[in-house]
């Protein structure tokens, strides 16, 4: 497992939080993710022979959001 920081723009509530933390149930390899959109990031952690950080990050770009690698 595989534990990444991303930071996250264009997050303005408790719901995008909870958008991206779907994530989890929708995305397979997604173990754990932990979003906040007070510091504008979130962790995640994942197995890396099933998800790539740039599927990951395409994720979050469908949900309407912007990631970088921390």
Same mark, same amino acid.
């Given at each position: 497992?595989? #534990? /990444? !920081?991303?930071i996250?723009? $264009?997050?303005?509530?408790?719901g995008?939080?909870?958008?991206?933390?779907?994530?989890?149930d929708?995305l397979?390899?997604? #173990? /754990? !993710?932990d979003?906040?959109? $007070?510091?504008?990031?979130?962790?995640?952690?994942?197995?890396?022979?099933?998800?790539?950080?740039?599927?990951?990050?395409e994720?979050v770009?469908?949900?309407?959001?912007?990631?970088?690698?921390?």
């Open positions: 497992m595989k #534990r /990444q !920081v991303f996250i723009h $264009h997050m303005s509530c408790s995008c939080a909870l958008r991206l933390q779907g994530l989890e929708s397979p390899g997604v #173990r /754990q !993710v979003a906040s959109y $007070h510091r504008a990031r979130m962790e995640v952690v994942y197995d890396e022979g099933q998800v790539t950080e740039e599927e990951i990050i994720a770009r469908s949900l309407g959001y912007e990631a970088e690698r921390s």
